[in-house]
């Protein structure tokens, strides 16, 4: 069966980076566009960006733009978000997700956690 498996989070300085894997299994990872969310406490989950299936292009949530990179190799049916410029703001569980034939998948969400 279809799983995300997010992994790569934790406690960093604002300003620091952290980068987050997300390990999918059980569908044929390289056809689907693949996303990341973020769920603070609190607050509605919101879409980070997202990558499409070549890796070819990218979107951003406008927060995020400039700071995030999503990035994926298709090889090891992995998909990766580069953080730079954390700002405290920036706290909350991130999950990744995909759609397959109108359904959708999450992870279980790691947390990253931005405090001095």
């Known amino acids: 069966q279809v799983q995300l498996v997010e992994s790569g989070g934790g406690l960093v300085q604002p300003g620091g980076s952290l980068r987050l894997s997300c390990a999918a299994s059980?569908?044929?990872?390289?056809?689907?566009?693949m996303r990341w969310y973020r769920q603070a406490p609190g607050k509605e989950r919101e879409l980070v960006g997202g990558?499409?299936?070549?890796?070819?292009?990218?979107n951003y949530g406008d927060s995020m733009k400039g700071r995030f990179t999503i990035s994926r190799d298709n090889a090891k049916n992995t998909v990766y978000l580069q953080m730079n410029s954390l700002k405290p703001e920036d706290t909350a569980v991130y999950y990744c997700?995909?759609?397959?034939?109108?359904?959708?998948?999450w992870g279980k969400g790691t947390l990253v956690t931005v405090s001095s």
């Open positions: 990558i499409n299936s070549s890796g070819g292009s990218t």
């Open positions: 059980g569908f044929t990872f390289s056809v689907y566009v």
């Open positions: 997700n995909t759609v397959r034939f109108g359904m959708e998948y």
